[in-house]
């Protein structure tokens, strides 16, 4: 008796056993593919490079399956599926001549996350405009936010400082405030000029948050 009783036994912790190596497979298979999707591929890079050109100042980026050129009006973005936070943007619906908002998130839903981004707009026109028609004056993008790009010479997250100096140069400007040091190249699009900040933390291998400001 208490032989088959510990027979059972055996045969139960095994298949336990089995059932959860199965569940930590899944998990960590899920895991992987969410971490890797907003990555770009070695052949992404080499598929967008053609047109992004060989240099930041050809003000040029991919974002999530698109290339774009700054500077850009928000209209770009919500035809590529971005959408607004409304709870953000609930008492803004139009801006005046000169009229400028604070940073509000936009979001796209991609699979099985959500990308998000922060943007704010300057209308620099004399016409009055709806909100998703405003001009971009600034928007941030962080590794966190987890937005797929690719920047002119193949610069992504995964870069490094010393990436960016290969690909670019020396930046126009650069500062560090506590373990965080920022690069700043300086370019103009027409009469637009454009401050495009690179971000890279001390304990992270790689670009934390890319910034585009845009003085028109």
């Known amino acids: 008796m208490k032989k088959?009783?510990?027979?059972?036994?055996?045969?139960?912790?095994?298949?336990?056993?089995?059932?959860?190596?199965r569940g930590a497979n899944r998990s960590n298979g899920?895991?992987?593919?969410?971490?890797?999707s907003y990555q770009a591929t070695a052949e992404e890079i080499?598929?967008?490079?053609?047109?992004?050109?060989?240099?930041?100042?050809?003000?040029?980026?991919?974002?999530?399956?698109?290339?774009?050129?700054?500077?850009?009006?928000?209209?770009?973005l919500i035809s590529a599926g971005w959408k607004f936070?409304?709870?953000?943007?609930?008492?803004?619906?139009?801006?005046?001549?000169g009229a400028r908002t604070n940073a509000t998130n936009i979001k796209k839903e991609n699979g099985d996350y959500s990308e998000r981004m922060s943007v704010s707009?300057?209308?620099?026109?004399?016409?009055?405009?709806?909100?998703?028609?405003?001009?971009i004056d600034t928007f941030d993008l962080s590794k966190s936010g987890k937005v797929k790009i690719i920047l002119p010479k193949g610069i992504t997250w995964?870069?490094?400082?010393?990436?960016?100096?290969?690909?670019?140069?020396?930046?126009?400007?650069?500062?560090?405030?506590?373990?965080?040091?920022?690069?700043?190249?300086?370019?103009?699009?027409?009469?637009?000029?454009i401050k495009i900040n690179l971000a890279f933390d001390k304990n992270d291998e790689g670009i934390s948050m890319l910034t585009l400001v845009q003085f028109q």
């Open 4 to 21: 088959a009783v510990s027979v059972v036994l055996v045969v139960v912790v095994l298949v336990v056993g089995l059932l959860f190596m």
């Open 30 to 36: 899920n895991d992987k593919g969410k971490t890797s």
């Open 46 to 76: 080499s598929q967008v490079q053609g047109d992004l050109g060989e240099s930041i100042t050809s003000c040029k980026f991919y974002l999530d399956g698109k290339v774009y050129t700054a500077p850009l009006n928000v209209s770009e």
């Open 85 to 97: 936070d409304e709870a953000a943007t609930k008492n803004v619906s139009s801006l005046e001549p």
């Open 121 to 135: 707009f300057l209308n620099n026109t004399d016409q009055k405009v709806a909100l998703e028609e405003a001009p």
């Open 158 to 193: 995964e870069s490094t400082m010393e990436d960016a100096t290969a690909a670019y140069g020396n930046a126009d400007d650069s500062w560090s405030t506590g373990d965080r040091t920022y690069l700043v190249y300086s370019v103009k699009n027409g009469e637009d000029e």
